[in-house]
């Protein structure tokens, strides 16, 4: 059990705020992929102009992203030589949209256990954050994915999703929530990585490559807490910070490869409508 007490939480509130900032930008290069992937997709699904592209913005909005909603040129679309939306397109944003719901629907349930709900506050605001990151990542996805004359995918990735069915029961501490978690980004942040080499167009490059980061980032806080927790050293989460109490692996547990591997990324027709 993580005590108020034992946690000096400016770190995770640092974090947090990088966090939000590296969402921000990744968010402001989505909307320009997208609005660009809309035109090459052709005129006859003007979404971008209304309401979908706005709600995109709202969400962005919704985590305190300002930088996000400002205001930017408008993007000029650099699309497909043919503005071609294939068939794996589409799936590959749908099993996108299905990973970024499942992580909703796991931080949701995570901020309803008591000991996150009536434990730290700061430790809540995080994944209260992070769940909203994600809500908004699953509805860019399904921007382009209706943009491209897909459907949106509203469910759950299947074969995630049945590892989370049977590990919900056994979570009893914050550790096995992290636990959870980390493997939910890891697998977005390979899958995404492994689509910018899978889709059709630059638009769509740009869209994969401005979340996968993010979720990356997630994993890498994710993998820091982990190893404090499993060192029973909670109380080390703190700035200014003695390096001489650290655990040996502190240094690279947040990020031990020099290039994301997508060897767990989940194929293109996992989480697609059917």
């Given at each position: 059990?993580?005590?108020?007490?034992?946690?000096?939480?400016?770190?995770?509130?640092?974090?947090?705020?990088?966090?939000?900032?590296?969402?921000?930008?990744?968010?402001?290069?989505?909307?320009?992929?997208?609005?660009?992937?809309?035109?090459?997709?052709?005129?006859?699904?003007?979404?971008?102009?209304g309401?979908?592209?706005?709600?995109?913005v709202?969400?962005?909005?919704?985590?305190g992203?300002?930088?996000?909603?400002?205001?930017?040129?408008?993007?000029?679309?650099?699309?497909?030589?043919?503005?071609?939306?294939?068939?794996?397109?589409?799936?590959?944003?749908q099993?996108?949209?299905?990973?970024?719901?499942?992580?909703?629907?796991?931080?949701?349930?995570?901020?309803?256990?008591?000991?996150?709900?009536?434990?730290?506050?700061?430790?809540?605001?995080?994944?209260?954050?992070?769940?909203?990151?994600?809500q908004?990542?699953?509805?860019?996805?399904?921007?382009?994915a209706?943009?491209?004359?897909g459907?949106a995918?509203?469910?759950?990735?299947?074969?995630?999703?049945?590892?989370?069915?049977q590990?919900?029961?056994?979570?009893?501490?914050?550790?096995?929530?992290?636990?959870?978690?980390?493997?939910l980004?890891?697998?977005?942040?390979?899958t995404?990585?492994?689509?910018?080499?899978?889709?059709?167009?630059?638009?769509?490059r740009k869209?994969?490559?401005?979340?996968?980061?993010?979720?990356?980032?997630?994993?890498?806080?994710?993998?820091?807490?982990?190893?404090?927790?499993?060192?029973?050293?909670?109380?080390?989460?703190?700035?200014?910070?003695?390096?001489?109490?650290?655990?040996?692996?502190?240094?690279?547990?947040?990020?031990?490869?020099?290039?994301?591997?997508?060897d767990?990324?989940?194929?293109?027709?996992?989480?697609?409508?059917?």
């Amino acid at each position: 059990m993580m005590a108020d007490e034992r946690i000096d939480t400016r770190l995770l509130d640092e974090l947090t705020e990088q966090s939000q900032d590296l969402n921000s930008d990744a968010m402001r290069i989505t909307r320009g992929a997208l609005s660009g992937f809309a035109e090459a997709a052709g005129p006859s699904r003007p979404w971008w102009r209304g309401g979908a592209l706005a709600a995109l913005v709202g969400g962005a909005g919704l985590l305190g992203t300002a930088r996000a909603a400002a205001d930017s040129p408008s993007p000029s679309p650099s699309g497909s030589a043919s503005g071609t939306v294939t068939a794996d397109d589409i799936r590959a944003l749908q099993t996108a949209a299905a990973l970024e719901n499942l992580a909703v629907s796991v931080y949701q349930t995570a901020a309803g256990l008591p000991f996150i709900k009536d434990g730290n506050k700061t430790v809540a605001a995080f994944i209260a954050k992070t769940t909203e990151q994600h809500q908004a990542h699953a509805q860019a996805f399904n921007a382009a994915a209706t943009a491209g004359g897909g459907k949106a995918q509203t469910g759950p990735d299947p074969k995630y999703k049945a590892v989370v069915d049977q590990t919900l029961p056994t979570i009893k501490t914050p550790a096995d929530v992290v636990k959870l978690a980390i493997t939910l980004e890891d697998v977005a942040a390979q899958t995404y990585t492994k689509n910018v080499g899978q889709v059709s167009s630059a638009d769509l490059r740009k869209l994969f490559a401005s979340v996968a980061p993010v979720e990356a980032q997630h994993r890498a806080v994710l993998l820091a807490v982990q190893a404090l927790l499993a060192g029973n050293a909670a109380d080390l989460i703190t700035i200014p910070v003695d390096p001489a109490k650290l655990p040996a692996a502190a240094g690279s547990v947040g990020f031990p490869d020099a290039f994301y591997k997508t060897d767990n990324a989940s194929p293109i027709t996992e989480g697609a409508v059917q």
